[in-house]
């Protein structure tokens, strides 16, 4: 039995016209499948550990990158497979693990790959999927919040960007990767990386993949203002590693800090005082 957990308002509220579409799809293929739809924050988890424990053959997230991640917390650690139908606005994990983004195209996509060990990544004793960063990306996720109460789709996010380009002051942080030197400088952003894209496009770890063992940990210090144009346009291009500022290696964890820090965990923003990193090798098991 297929289970398919679904967020109906997905997708500016495509989600549940999607994953009709996908219910009808695998049962033209005469595969049994069950639509589950989620009611509220932390029910697409639930749903998923449901279905993974009455013996589930293959569990669909059908919605967005917050959708996956949840289903994702469900599946944890677990040989049930997950496979992962974009129907979001920004879809942004997909595009690292290689599945289409048209919903049809990624189901086609996911029924004839096999599930392959991916890794996914823990932040103070909670996993994350996608990437967790502190500075320019959580002041992105601000402005973006604010413009959704205007327009949709992508566009949100593009005046994130901006906005936090021309108005983002450096933030000193302290960190340490994988137990090493204790480093502090003043920076635009601190970004760990299981995915290479957030904010519906923003390359922010362009060589990340999620299933190498390691986390990709992109730090760039603090930008001088005639430079904004320039990385505005870098970093839309992907070229984030190429920036004089940045600093970029991989590794199986780090730790940062900084007073009244603020973390974009999978697009979640949350209050921490020290954020302790690691991956988790191979912890799910995703059809790409």
Do not use: W
């Not at 739809?37 to 932390?42: D, K, Q, S, V």
């Not at 990158?65 to 650690?77: C, H, P, R, S």
């Amino acid at each position: 039995m297929i289970y398919a957990v679904c967020n109906p308002t997905a997708g500016a509220g495509r989600g549940e016209k999607i994953g009709r579409q996908i219910e009808q799809a695998l049962r033209e293929r005469n595969l049994p499948c069950r639509l589950m739809l989620t009611e509220h924050p932390g029910h697409a988890a639930q749903l998923a550990r449901e279905a993974r424990e009455a013996g589930a053959e293959l569990i669909l997230s059908i919605g967005g990158d917050g959708t996956a991640f949840e289903v994702a917390q469900g599946l944890l650690g677990s040989a049930c497979p997950l496979g992962i139908i974009p129907a979001g606005t920004g879809n942004d994990f997909v595009k690292t693990i290689g599945i289409p983004q048209q919903p049809l195209a990624a189901l086609d996509h996911v029924l004839s790959c096999p599930a392959r060990p991916t890794d996914a990544g823990q932040i103070n004793g909670r996993m994350f999927l996608n990437e967790i960063g502190t500075g320019f990306d959580v002041s992105v996720l601000d402005y973006a919040l604010k413009a959704k109460k205007y327009c949709r789709g992508l566009l949100p996010y593009l005046y994130g960007v901006v906005k936090t380009l021309f108005r983002f002051r450096s933030v000193s942080i302290t960190y340490t990767v994988d137990s090493g030197e204790t480093v502090t400088r003043d920076v635009f952003v601190v970004g760990v990386a299981n995915g290479g894209v957030i904010g519906g496009g923003i390359v922010i770890a362009p060589e990340a993949r999620a299933d190498d063992g390691l986390l990709d940990v992109v730090v760039v210090e603090k930008v001088a203002r005639r430079h904004l144009p320039a990385r505005l346009i870098g970093l839309m291009r992907g070229r984030i590693l190429s920036f004089p500022e940045t600093h970029f290696c991989r590794a199986h964890s780090i730790s940062f800090s900084t007073p009244g820090m603020r973390v974009n965990v999978d697009g979640e923003i949350l209050d921490e005082k020290r954020v302790e990193a690691r991956v988790l090798p191979g912890a799910l098991m995703i059809r790409r």
